[in-house]
T-cell receptor, first 116, second 115 residues
Framework: GAVVSQHPSRVICKSGTSVKIECRSLDFQATTMFWYRQFPKQSLMLMATSNEGSKATYEQGVEKDKFLINHASLTLSTLTVTSAHPEDSSFYIC????????????FGDGTRLSIL | AQKITQTQPGMFVQEKEAVTLDCTYDTSDQSYGLFWYKQPSSGEMIFLIYQGSYDEQNATEGRYSLNFQKARKSANLVISASQLGDSAMYFCAMSLRGANSKLTFGKGITLSVRP
């Protein structure tokens, strides 16, 4: 079964709305989670690394004030797309790996965000 | 910085036949991991197989095997006995050692299995 849960799976909303996406590790603790963005028929691009109890680390070119990340517990990270616009429409997917483990990252099922 | 290269165009394979998906990588680090993920049209990322840079034997997981050639910096995925459900995007990825190391993905390869 799924070890990483991501909600919602799909969001359609008006321009200017802020959208929160949750990523939960279901049966393990994850001090670090990762947020990716994927445009149609393209690869996954890392947006930021979410660190429990501290600030997220953003990749170059990603606006930290636009994409707010909160990692308040060892099992939950949230990504908030603030004042979303049509160009923010994309597939957002999170991943997590068991703490102190070399096991592969497990991914959530992703969130399809459509901004009208 | 790490780089993953997947240059094959869309791949086609007949059901029940084997197919190889190519992946080359570049890194100056000696300790790293290589991964293959499958992404069906529904979008979820499914982990297939992992190869550590110090692993001497090629990784195998059921119908999946990884042809690891360290000197050539290649990590090709071999799928044996293809099934219709194997039709999907396949991504090669790598990370440096460490539990919190991020993944770097290739651009992916589309595989279509013909009945």
């Amino acid at each position: 079964g799924a070890v990483v849960s991501q909600h919602p799976s799909r969001v359609i909303c008006k321009s200017g709305t802020s959208v929160k996406i949750e990523c939960r590790s279901l049966d393990f603790q994850a001090t670090t989670m990762f947020w990716y963005r994927q445009f149609p028929k393209q690869s996954l691009m890392l947006m930021a690394t979410s660190n429990e109890g501290s600030k997220a680390t953003y990749e170059q070119g990603v606006e930290k004030d636009k994409f707010l990340i909160n990692h308040a517990s060892l099992t939950l990270s949230t990504l908030t797309v603030t004042s979303a616009h049509p160009e923010d429409s994309s597939f957002y997917i999170c991943s997590a790996r068991r703490q102190n483990s070399n096991q592969p990252q497990h991914f959530g099922d992703g969130t399809r965000l459509s901004i009208l | 910085a790490q780089k993953i290269t997947q240059t094959q165009p869309g791949m086609f394979v007949q059901e029940k036949e084997a197919v190889t998906l190519d992946c080359t990588y570049d890194t100056s680090d000696q300790s790293y991991g290589l991964f293959w993920y499958k992404q069906p049209s529904s979008g979820e990322m499914i982990f297939l197989i992992y190869q550590g840079s110090y692993d001497e034997q090629n990784a195998t997981e059921g119908r999946y095997s990884l042809n690891f050639q360290k000197a050539r910096k290649s990590a090709n995925l071999v799928i044996s006995a293809s099934q219709l459900g194997d039709s999907a995007m396949y991504f090669c990825a790598m990370s440096l050692r460490g539990a919190n190391s991020k993944l770097t993905f290739g651009k992916g390869i589309t595989l279509s299995v013909r009945p």
